[in-house]
């Protein structure tokens, strides 16, 4: 498997994908925005679009479609209840079906709400997985719930879908938020040295060329995974002093959501 990621460079730092089978060139296209430069790698590099996936109905991931549609005759995957929010939609996604491109590409599908109720995931059956997740979660931080979504629902999809993946897994999101996350962690929890050095040595990173984490990794510098650190919890009790002493980890993600969408 192949996989690239193409920085669109656009004010809303989105980050697209392209993921190709080595053996017959056969390629998948994540959320492909910023379809022209999409179109453009796939070309250098012989390679031909057949799957469009989009991750969710937002139109910052659903906006390139028309034109990749029109210049591959692509089909166009997501979640099977997001028909009507995206027009060019040809086939409905459910947990654990299969994408298969190539003789050599199969990932599988993860439902995923919280950022909306029509999210999914998709999970590269690899030695080495990769999670291309869209805005559920990003480097060091999750995505919010404005536009159609519920805290809940994330809280559950990263206690019981995310955090039960391999630490290897390879994260793969939908835009590069890493240093204002990474800031927001160390403000929750300003002990955590992995959060301050990697933000050291990552505040002169290209995006076009952006680090690409583990879940162990995330495990160790996003907060919303870590929802029984003392220091993240007595910091919470400061701004929420009704917080239990020992809240329960729904009760920690709910207050960290709810700060960061005002941070």
Same mark, same amino acid.
Request: some cysteine; proline content about 6%.
């Given at each position: 498997?192949?996989?690239?990621?193409?920085?669109?460079?656009?004010?809303?730092?989105?980050?697209?994908?392209?993921?190709?089978?080595?053996?017959?060139?056969?390629?998948?296209?994540?959320?492909?925005?910023?379809?022209?430069?999409?179109?453009?790698?796939?070309?250098?590099?012989?390679?031909?679009?057949?799957?469009?996936?989009?991750?969710?109905?937002?139109?910052?991931?659903?906006?390139?479609?028309?034109?990749?549609?029109?210049?591959?005759?692509?089909?166009?995957?997501?979640?099977?209840?997001?028909?009507? @929010?995206?027009?060019?939609?040809? !086939?409905? *996604?459910?947990?654990?079906?299969?994408?298969?491109?190539?003789? #050599?590409? =199969?990932? +599988?599908?993860?439902?995923?709400?919280?950022?909306?109720?029509?999210?999914?995931?998709?999970?590269?059956?690899?030695?080495?997985?990769?999670?291309?997740?869209?805005?559920?979660?990003?480097?060091?931080?999750?995505?919010?719930?404005?536009?159609?979504?519920?805290?809940?629902?994330?809280?559950?999809?990263?206690?019981?879908?995310?955090?039960?993946?391999?630490?290897?897994?390879?994260?793969?999101?939908?835009?590069?938020?890493?240093?204002?996350?990474?800031?927001?962690?160390?403000?929750?929890?300003?002990?955590?040295?992995? @959060?301050?050095?990697?933000?050291? !040595?990552? *505040?002169?990173?290209?995006?076009?060329?952006?680090?690409?984490? #583990?879940? =162990?990794? +995330?495990?160790?510098?996003?907060?919303?995974?870590?929802?029984?650190?003392?220091?993240?919890?007595?910091?919470?009790?400061?701004?929420?002093?009704?917080?239990?002493?020992?809240?329960?980890?729904?009760?920690?993600?709910?207050?960290?959501?709810?700060?960061?969408?005002?941070?």
């Amino acid at each position: 498997m192949i996989v690239k990621q193409i920085w669109t460079g656009n004010a809303y730092r989105n980050f697209n994908y392209l993921i190709a089978c080595p053996e017959t060139g056969e390629a998948l296209a994540v959320d492909p925005l910023d379809h022209g430069k999409c179109l453009a790698h796939a070309r250098d590099q012989g390679w031909e679009i057949t799957r469009i996936v989009n991750t969710h109905e937002h139109g910052d991931h659903t906006g390139g479609n028309h034109e990749m549609v029109a210049a591959t005759g692509a089909r166009v995957l997501a979640h099977h209840k997001a028909q009507r @929010a995206i027009p060019e939609m040809t !086939d409905g *996604l459910s947990a654990g079906d299969v994408v298969r491109i190539g003789k #050599t590409v =199969e990932l +599988e599908v993860m439902d995923t709400p919280g950022h909306t109720m029509s999210h999914v995931c998709l999970l590269s059956h690899t030695d080495t997985p990769g999670l291309f997740c869209g805005d559920t979660l990003f480097n060091a931080g999750a995505g919010n719930c404005h536009n159609g979504g519920h805290p809940r629902e994330l809280y559950d999809t990263f206690v019981n879908q995310l955090d039960q993946l391999p630490g290897s897994t390879r994260i793969y999101p939908g835009h590069d938020y890493l240093h204002n996350n990474l800031r927001f962690t160390l403000e929750r929890e300003p002990g955590n040295t992995d @959060a301050r050095n990697l933000l050291s !040595d990552t *505040l002169n990173q290209d995006p076009a060329d952006a680090l690409i984490t #583990t879940l =162990e990794q +995330e495990r160790r510098i996003n907060t919303f995974f870590r929802l029984d650190s003392p220091e993240v919890i007595g910091r919470l009790r400061l701004e929420y002093p009704d917080l239990d002493p020992e809240p329960d980890p729904e009760a920690v993600f709910l207050k960290l959501r709810e700060l960061r969408n005002s941070w």
